[in-house]
């Protein structure tokens, strides 16, 4: 969705921007947005916030009461704009734009790795090394697997995709022999 992401981006970068010096660390900060991002795209909380008999004191109330810790005043004045403004459904997308701030400052990036069997620490390591020397950035894994690969791995940094994977050599195959 495009236009989530849109509309997301000034949320994250102003909130990135508030906090990229904060004692607390980028970390803390991806953690606390991921915990909001979550709590938000629940169906129920989605619902709730549709409702036109609760006014904007309430939402906030509603979704700091279900956060388990405390939120730091950047992020409930944050949580406090998005709600105001009827924004809460692009919470998900303004982590995920925050993450990309992050792992850019960083200069880093997500490697997501699906695989056809489970892979062990070793295995990971391994690949994201070499994949490491592919980008020339330090990677972060987030590893899935999904049988329908048949065989070996499908790996995602940013707009660039490999695809090893079984299925995908299939497909190749098929296509080529049917022009």
Known sequence: MAELSTIARPYAEALFEAVRDDAQGLQTWSDILSLLA?????????????????NDAQRIQLLTSLVPQALPEQAANLLALVVENGRIQVMPQIAE???LLRNQLEGTALAQITSAFP???????????????????KLKSQVTVDPELI???RVAVGDHVLDTSVQARLATL????AA
């Open 174 to 177: 098929r296509d080529t022999l």
């Open 97 to 99: 734009q925050f993450e």
């Open 119 to 137: 892979l062990d620490d070793a295995q990971v390591a391994g690949l994201l090394q070499s994949l490491e020397r592919k980008f020339g950035l």
């Open 151 to 153: 065989g070996g791995v």
């Open 38 to 54: 979550q709590v938000s795209s629940l169906p129920d909380v989605l619902e709730s916030m549709g409702d036109p008999r609760l």
